[in-house]
């Protein structure tokens, strides 16, 4: 029975992956929400500002908000998710002993699951759920590329950072699915275009026009009348973000980037350690039938690299960055999967010897962070 464990240990795995994840659960209800809990207590009581539509949202069926329910709303979003990515899975490669170590590079990487039960109440996640739902539904007609403006749209007015965070990965899977699947015309084309006009005009205005309009101290009285406890003034130190305007962000992410870049060795060391699941992708892509699905592949990989990379230079919660675009790296394989192929890849091998380290160690891993590594 041991021999047998250690030879084909993915069941195992997922158990593992499952008592981890509760683990991370237990840690982050005892840690103060602060920024998780201010958004939820932001809305457009003073007009049109950024960051404030999951407070707006809160505010339609509470007029105090308690703490848990930071807790609650993330926990139910992390569950969804959680959900939508195992039905995804199975759609696309289906639940077998053959795909397991599959799955366990994905779902049971230290950058998914168990690093948004890390950061529990961000809204990183939101992206993610947004984006496997499009990779659920039909996408053979105009509704689906307007789906995905919508999904767009409602990112960008969640944090205005959506746009270079999911936005790159929702028009990648929207070119793959719709585009390269169906066909191009004069009209869809069109369609397309003015979405992203509408997606990238709502993002500027969200970042030079959403500032809170009046004094820093009135707006905190005002989110104290929506506090359940206004006597946890400790939960309100992040109210400056609704001030801060670019310039100062990229000056202290500069100012922090000799002391954060010291992670960019643990962060290759946790890219490298899936190498197993880097491998099958580019075997996916190299199967695919179409010469132009490999370089347009190809291009929004790096499209979607260039645009965490400039994410990079902006704000320094490096952690959640990587761990957001490994995401999308394997959202994308799966919408690559979906492309005609003109032979079948081999899966990631269930019975090799590294291969069963790497995903020992990457499940034991419980999670990434979110400035700095762990």
Not at 298 to 308: N, V
């Amino acid at each position: 029975m041991t021999v047998r464990i250690l030879q084909n240990p993915w069941r195992l795995l997922l158990a593992i992956n499952a008592v981890v994840i509760v683990g991370v659960f237990v840690h982050k209800v005892q840690l103060p929400p602060y920024v998780p809990y201010i958004h939820l207590l932001v809305d457009y009581h003073f007009g049109f500002i950024k960051r404030a539509l999951i407070g707006a949202v809160v505010a339609l069926f509470t007029a105090k908000v308690p703490v848990w329910l930071v807790f609650a709303l993330g926990g139910a979003t992390w569950l969804a998710t959680s959900a939508l990515y195992a039905r995804l899975f199975q759609n696309t490669f289906g639940f077998t002993a053959r795909t397991l170590p599959l799955f366990v590079f994905t779902a049971g990487s230290p950058f998914f699951l168990k690093n948004f039960m890390h950061t529990l109440g961000h809204f990183d996640i939101y992206g993610c759920a947004l984006a496997i739902i499009l990779l659920l539904m039909p996408a053979g007609s105009l509704l689906f590329v307007a789906t995905a403006a919508l999904f767009s749209i409602i990112l960008v007015l969640i944090h205005h950072i959506h746009l270079l965070m999911y936005v790159p990965t929702i028009v990648t899977i929207v070119v793959i699915r719709h585009y390269l699947a169906h066909g191009c015309n004069r009209t869809n084309i069109a369609f397309g275009a003015i979405a992203l006009v509408a997606v990238s005009a709502l993002f500027l205005a969200a970042q030079f026009l959403g500032t809170m309009p009046i004094p820093e101290a009135d707006f905190v009285g005002y989110l104290k009348t929506r506090m359940a406890d206004p006597s946890r003034t400790d939960l309100l130190q992040f109210a400056y973000i609704w001030y801060q305007p670019l310039a100062k962000e990229i000056s202290d992410t500069w100012g922090r980037l000799p002391h954060n870049i010291l992670g960019v060795p643990v962060f290759a060391l946790l890219i490298w350690l899936h190498t197993p699941l880097w491998r099958f992708f580019a075997s996916l892509i190299g199967a695919l039938a179409s010469d132009l699905h490999k370089r347009l592949v190809i291009a929004a990989l790096i499209g979607i690299s260039l645009a965490y990379l400039v994410m990079f230079a902006m704000v320094f919660d490096y952690s959640r960055w990587i761990s957001n675009w490994a995401v999308c790296m394997f959202l994308i394989l799966h919408a690559v999967k979906m492309l005609p192929a003109a032979r079948e890849t081999e899966l990631i091998p269930a019975e090799d010897r590294k291969t069963n380290i790497s995903g020992l160690v990457i499940t034991l891993i419980p999670r990434v962070g979110i400035v700095r590594p762990f």
